[in-house]
Every structure is written in C-alpha cells, then in structure tokens.
C-alpha cells in the first residue's frame, strides 16, 4: 500500500505545482531543497492541510539518503537525491525533491566587509565549498553590536547607528565565517567628485586624491589602477606615477558610486634647463665653468638645481630663477608644472606637498597665485593663470648668507 502510495506521488509531482496553488496547501511549500549530511529539516505542517479528521504523513523514497519522522522531520543520510511525500491515504498533497551533498568542511562569505548608512541594508552571501551544503545558515550579532545593525535570518544586513558590528554566520554543523560592519552616521551619498579628472605626472611624482560627496552624506572609498605598470594608487587614494604612459584612476563609494582620473605620466625631465632657454650649449658651458654642483633631492625631483658659494640656479620646466649671492643649499625643489597645466590641478598638487596659498590677485587680466611653505617666506611658487590654464610659474628662492 505505502509503495504504492509513493509511485502515486512521484507520477503526481509534476502536477503538484497546480495543485500548491490552491487551497489544500498555502504558502510557504518546499518543493526542492538540497541538505548536508546530517542535517536536518522540519517540514512545516502548518502549511498542509488534508481532508478534515485525516492525519498527515509522511515517506520517503530512499531511507538511505533521506529518512522523514511522523513529525516530519527530515534528516539527510548520505548523498543521492530522494522524494519526501506528505499526505493521506492515496492522496498527495506534496511532494519534495531532497538532494543531499556532504558536510561543508568550511565557510565563507562574499563580503568579509561591509559599510552601510544608517538606514540602508545590505547582504551576506555565504559560499560553501563544492558538492557541500548547509540549508540552514544563521547570523548572530553580538548583543552590544544590535544598536549598531541588525541582521534578519536571510542574511539581510541593515545600519542602525554609527559604529561596528562583527556579524557571524554558521552552518548546520558548525563550521563559522564572520562580517565586519562599519555603519556610518551620514546619509548614502548620490554623487561622487574629485579634485581633478586629468592628472599630468612626471615619472615618480605623486599625487593625493581627495574625493568628496554632497553636504551631510558620509562615504568610504576604494581606489583602483587601470594601469599599475604607469600609475599605482593605495587605499588612501596616494597616486604614484610609474613609467610614461596614460592610466586611468577609479574612486569608488561603498554603496557603487565611480569617478576617474585620466593620469598623462611624462618621462622624468633629465635636463630641465633644455626647455627653459635656446642657449642649451652655453647654459652648459657656464655650469660646467663656474663648477656648479646639481642638486635633485628637494620635493619634487622634476626640478635642477645647480649653485655653489656664490651662484645658485634654480631650473624647472618652465622657470629659470638666478640668485648672485653667497648662497647655501636649497631648502626645497619645485613641482613639475607644464604651463597649460589646469591652475586647480597645479594648485591641488602644491597643496598635496604643503604649499598653502599665500596671495591671490589680479594682474593684467591673468590671476596670480603665490604659495609658501608654513612659517617660510623665502621661498615662494607663483602661478599666473589666464582662465583656466597656466600662462607662467615661478619659482623665488632667496638663500640667507652666514
């Protein structure tokens, strides 16, 4: 009879989905799940219900793999695939296909980290290795980490308050992997800016990023390189030129938003002075003569700086400046800044070395910007812009003599 019973239900199956549809059986039904070895399931029956005054059971259509109590309780044997039948006489009111895979010896989760805005949610996904499995996965908080986030039973993630949680998931047979969560107190950020979007750079040059988003929005940032051959950039958003050639640099939000940085990297200028002067040969003729010692270990080594007791030369792409007196060694080298250089890009990378804006002007029609070092006022970088690029730079060193 109970075989019987059985083969009735698996020829039944597919048309059991109909049948779920209707009134004898109410959301939610399993009509398909997959157990690791051991586990095991209770059947809800509070979703099934028969003819009044029949009792509900239950069978199995291979002990081996899959056995089911007179409760319903589902326990996985070993691996292979078995059929679960609930009903009552000849009638099959559903009928469950169970897949058994072994015990996962480990756990995972996509997303080891997580930042969240207060209010917003986000989801664990958890990995098992191959041909394992564990159907009930659960989330635990720590109790003093729930004013922080919250996690429900599928996973789902949702920022409560400002702070970190550490979120631990678990299979059937105990196997864990955790989730920090970092929730931040502003609100999820709708658009992204950076300082600039074209970066020329000089080989070794290096340049900071600084990403922004709107008024009372809170953002964490990740960077990426297209190319690391040409530029690199760390998780501070450092951008360190390479080699020559183009690279393009991507900040991204924690909740998906982008924004690049097209970085031009030129070949490290070896002889400065060839583009500041026609006179190359006798330009060095007289450093030769005059037995002019050359520095490049300032700031920014894009600058040449030549200079004995009486004569300092200060060389950089676009600037020669020429001191006659007793004079020591430079404090500081200029930046490599191209006139056509955008003054905000110029301006950003002074600021990123620790020049802050000292004056602003207008002369002529072009604005005029000097910047100094803190607590320095002998040596002092100034730009002049007409719109928006640079027309000229530079550079005034005045040496103290003993």
Same mark, same amino acid.
């Given at each position: 009879? =109970?075989?019987?019973?059985?083969?009735? /239900?698996?020829?039944?199956?597919?048309?059991?989905?109909?049948?779920?549809?209707?009134s004898?059986?109410?959301?939610?039904?399993?009509?398909?799940?997959?157990?690791?070895?051991?586990?095991t *399931?209770?059947?809800?029956?509070?979703?099934?219900?028969?003819?009044?005054?029949?009792?509900?059971v239950?069978?199995?259509?291979?002990?081996?793999?899959?056995?089911?109590?007179?409760?319903?309780?589902?326990?996985?044997?070993?691996?292979?695939?078995?059929?679960?039948?609930v009903?009552?006489?000849? !009638?099959?009111?559903?009928?469950?296909?169970? =897949? #058994?895979?072994?015990?996962?010896?480990?756990?995972?989760?996509?997303q080891?980290?997580?930042?969240?805005?207060?209010?917003?949610?986000?989801?664990?996904?958890?990995?098992?290795?191959?041909?394992?499995?564990? *159907?009930?996965?659960? *989330?635990?908080?720590?109790?003093?980490?729930? #004013?922080?986030?919250?996690?429900?039973?599928?996973?789902?993630?949702?920022?409560v308050?400002?702070?970190?949680?550490?979120?631990?998931?678990?299979?059937?047979?105990?196997?864990?992997?955790?989730?920090?969560?970092?929730?931040?107190?502003?609100?999820?950020? !709708?658009?992204?800016?950076v300082?600039?979007?074209? /970066?020329?750079?000089?080989?070794?040059e290096s340049?900071?990023?600084?990403?922004?988003?709107?008024?009372?929005?809170?953002?964490? *940032?990740?960077?990426?390189?297209?190319?690391k051959?040409?530029?690199?950039v760390?998780?501070?958003?450092?951008i360190?030129?390479?080699?020559?050639g183009?690279?393009?640099?991507t900040v991204?939000?924690?909740n998906?938003?982008?924004?690049t940085?097209?970085v031009?990297?030129k070949?490290?200028?070896?002889?400065?002075?060839?583009?500041?002067?026609?006179?190359?040969?006798?330009?060095?003729? !007289?450093?030769k003569?005059?037995?002019?010692?050359k520095?490049?270990?300032g700031?920014?080594?894009?600058? #040449?700086?030549y200079?004995?007791?009486?004569l300092?030369?200060?060389?950089?792409?676009?600037?020669?400046?020429?001191?006659l007196?007793?004079?020591t060694?430079?404090?500081?080298?200029?930046?490599?800044?191209? #006139?056509?250089?955008?003054?905000?890009?110029a301006?950003?990378?002074?600021?990123? =070395?620790?020049?802050?804006?000292?004056?602003?002007?207008?002369?002529?029609?072009?604005?005029?910007r000097?910047?100094?070092?803190?607590?320095?006022?002998?040596?002092?970088?100034?730009?002049?812009?007409?719109?928006?690029?640079i027309?000229?730079?530079?550079?005034?060193?005045?040496?103290?003599?003993?």
């Open positions: 009879m =109970k075989n019987r019973w059985i083969a009735t /239900l698996v020829l039944l199956a597919l048309a059991l989905t109909t049948l779920l549809g209707t004898a059986v109410a959301e939610p039904t399993v009509l398909s799940m997959t157990l690791g070895v051991g586990e *399931y209770q059947i809800k029956t509070s979703a099934i219900s028969g003819a009044e005054g029949k009792q509900l239950f069978a199995t259509s291979n002990k081996k793999v899959a056995t089911v109590s007179a409760e319903g309780v589902i326990t996985a044997k070993r691996k292979g695939t078995a059929k679960i039948a009903g009552y006489d000849d !009638t099959a009111l559903a009928v469950c296909t169970v =897949k #058994v895979l072994g015990k996962p010896g480990s756990l995972k989760l996509a080891s980290k997580m930042v969240l805005n207060v209010g917003e949610s986000g989801q664990l996904t958890p990995k098992l290795p191959k041909k394992t499995a564990s *159907y009930a996965i659960t *989330y635990e908080l720590a109790p003093s980490d729930n #004013v922080v986030a919250t996690v429900a039973e599928d996973g789902k993630v949702t920022g308050a400002a702070g970190e949680a550490v979120i631990t998931a678990k299979t059937n047979n105990n196997k864990t992997a955790k989730c920090t969560v970092k929730v931040l107190a502003g609100k999820a950020p !709708t658009t992204l800016k300082d600039v979007e074209a /970066l020329p750079l000089y080989v070794k340049f900071k990023l600084t990403p922004s988003v709107e008024d009372g929005a809170e953002a964490v *940032y990740a960077y990426s390189s297209s190319n051959k040409i530029a690199t760390n998780s501070e958003g450092k360190v030129a390479k080699k020559k183009n690279a393009k640099i991204k939000t924690h998906g938003l982008t924004a940085v097209n031009t990297v070949a490290k200028l070896k002889d400065c002075y060839g583009l500041l002067t026609n006179k190359t040969k006798t330009f060095k003729t !007289t450093v003569k005059l037995k002019l010692k520095d490049t270990t700031d920014d080594k894009t600058s #040449v700086m200079y004995n007791s009486q300092a030369l200060i060389m950089t792409p676009n600037s020669c400046q020429a001191t007196a007793p004079a060694k430079p404090k500081y080298s200029i930046l490599g800044i191209d #006139v056509n250089t955008p003054a905000e890009v301006a950003a990378k002074l600021a990123y =070395k620790g020049w802050k804006m000292s004056e602003s002007k207008t002369v002529d029609g072009n604005e005029v000097a910047f100094a070092k803190e607590g320095d006022n002998e040596h002092v970088i100034t730009i002049s812009a007409n719109g928006s690029d027309q000229s730079i530079d550079a005034f060193w005045i040496w103290k003599t003993e």
